[in-house]
């Protein structure tokens, strides 16, 4: 018994020897985080571009929706435009209409005058054979012997000049008044009417003038709208062009960016991928360390050992709640659960120095029942981006009483409805969603109510 217990006294310093002998050995590979630390600053640089353009995309968005207010009010402006352009296009309408009325007016007043002057001639010549009867009458008067009578023939200038004497009228009524009162009546009448006549024509064909002279205004008051019109719809169209080349630029940017989230994405899987080699290198060396105290103990004790190669490259110690720690490797927590920023902080933040990249473990054996691993913004910020403030996460649930979840990774390596062992890879470490740098947000809930993961897990 005495030599069974220097044995194993034996075999726990070489294994503690051995392993950190290995830790020392691994320590390049893990060091070689520096690496990533370099290729962290390309992807920082890549960030850092990637700020810059979406800077770029939200001026340009800016200047698009300071345009579009603007051809908004140009737009409205050019409406005003239109509906004075129909207003007096109504008005020219109206006036059309009145010149059609008074151009008919003038058309039937000129017709009118044409009867009249016909009227009057044919008149004329009436008057002309009644004045005949009344010379042949004078004549007889003459002969007659009548001295007065023929005083006033000679003295007067014209025949009309005769009737117009009152003293000759009123003699000639004795001998046939009613002949000269139709000669007079029917000239005064046809004068007035003429009158008349030309006199409604020069008023129509004032008005005529006068509403020509308010359609020319018009015109050239339409003519104006029109040129405004016309210059509201160029800067429309120039304001258009200017927002397509902004929404080309903005489009250019947004691929530039697209491109850089699918390098930011390359570079983090790979660095994951070297994390995970590395932290297995670890591991496998921890192991062979830990194989070799164990055959050289064995060999001390005179003991034959067979190596085996099965090992589980991480294998989790559980607590006495039968959860393990989720981010094996680090175990420095830079938040911890309850009341934080003005809310409950519902988890913990294990943030320890190079976790970038570094794997997320299943806590316990379960199912998967919901994976969100489309966050390609892997990098620090002080707002959420996706995932409900938790980027790209794992909720793995436990019997139906227990769930974990697993939030800020890079990347998620599991699907839903997979079953995880206890200690499985489920993803690797990163920054994405609401987070202000690498860490593993961690959460242990029962039945749904988030719980302390302190009571369940310990580093």
Known sequence: MKKLNIVKKTLSFI???????????????????????????????????????????????????????KKSQEQQYQATLNEQIEIIRNNIAILNKELESINSDIETTENNIDVLDQSIIDQQEAIDKKVEVFKERLCAMYVSGNDNLATVVVGTSSFYDMLSRVEMVNRIASYDEELINDILGEIDAMEQSKKDLESEKLTLEMRLDEQKKRKEEKDAEMEVY?????????????????????????????????????????????QAEEAQRAYEARVQAEQEAARQAQAAAAQSSGEYYTPTYSEPAYIPSPSASGFSWPAPGFCYISSGYGYRWGTTH?????????????????AKAGTVIYVNNSCTHD????????????????????????????????????????????????????????????????????????????GYVSP
């Open 15 to 69: 294994t503690c020897s051995a392993l950190s002998v290995g830790i020392i050995a691994a320590y390049p590979m893990i060091s070689g985080k520096s690496g990533t630390k370099a290729s962290a600053k390309t992807i920082a640089e890549l960030q850092e571009e990637r700020k810059a353009n979406e800077a770029k995309i939200a001026d340009l968005q800016s200047q698009i929706d300071s345009l579009e207010g």
């Open 226 to 270: 029109y040129e405004k019109t016309r210059q509201c719809q160029a800067e429309i169209d120039s304001m258009t062009l200017e927002q397509q080349t902004l929404e080309s630029d903005k489009a250019s940017l947004a691929a530039m960016n697209e491109e850089f989230d699918a390098q930011i994405q390359a570079e983090i899987q790979r």
């Open 346 to 362: 519902r988890g913990i933040d294990i943030g320890d120095a190079g976790i970038h990249g570094g794997a997320a473990c299943a």
């Open 379 to 454: 990098y620090a910020k002080n707002g959420n981006c996706c995932g409900d403030g938790y980027g790209n996460y794992v909720l793995i649930s436990h019997d139906g009483t227990y769930s974990t979840l697993y939030g800020h990774l890079a990347s998620a390596c599991v699907s839903v409805g997979q079953s995880v062992s206890q200690g499985q890879v489920i993803g690797y470490i990163g920054s994405t969603g609401w987070s202000t740098g690498a860490h593993l947000h961690f959460e242990v809930r029962v039945n749904g109510a988030a719980q302390d993961p302190m």
